[in-house]
């Protein structure tokens, strides 16, 4: 059976690194099986899920260690394999609204109080088409627990987005 490896990479970006890192995982007959890869201030940040045979991991980790004399920083953790997720439903919350410190950290405070995880989550700043004033987005996936109502978690919610001022809107439709 396959091990379940994570990758998470940092370096300096340059063309290539994608390819650099893939034929090492080829290489020690690994499967890419999904990652989420940018440019953040220069800098290629990726995480990368893997399934390598128990008998590649030591030397395919060699294999990424040496790629540190390039600039990069490889660490691999052993994942788990089990049921996707945490039990709950699904639900999407997107935030739109002009930038300023602690939005990220007034929503997922908001979130971890009422036990629910953010399973993905995407941000980014972009200039305002009237204003040109920065403006932040946020998309994230959340896992919400059963006990935890659909109405008093928008309530909650709403509310906080009224103090930051910003526009949020909370999908259950792609609840599971």
Do not use: Y
Not at 84 to 99: F, H, N, T, V, W
């Amino acid at each position: 059976m396959p091990a379940s490896l994570i990758l998470t990479i940092v370096g300096p970006d340059r063309p290539g690194l994608v390819n650099l890192i893939s034929d090492r995982v080829t290489a020690h007959g690994g499967n890419w099986l999904e990652s989420r890869m940018a440019n953040l201030a220069g800098q290629f940040a990726g995480i990368v899920h893997l399934h390598v045979p128990q008998a590649s991991i030591e030397a395919l980790i060699v294999a990424f260690q040496e790629l540190e004399a390039q600039g990069l920083r490889i660490v691999v953790t052993r994942g788990t394999d089990g049921a996707s997720g945490a039990p709950g439903r699904r639900m999407k919350l997107e935030l739109i609204g002009q930038d300023r410190p602690g939005i990220v950290r007034d929503i997922s405070h908001a979130l971890a109080s009422r036990g629910v995880s953010i399973e993905e989550l995407v941000t980014d700043c972009v200039s305002g088409s009237m204003s040109g004033e920065s403006l932040v987005r946020a998309s994230a996936q959340l896992r919400v627990p059963a006990h935890v109502a659909t109405a008093q978690l928008r309530g909650a919610l709403e509310a906080i987005a009224n103090d930051l001022m910003v526009d949020l809107t909370l999908d259950d439709s792609g609840s599971s």
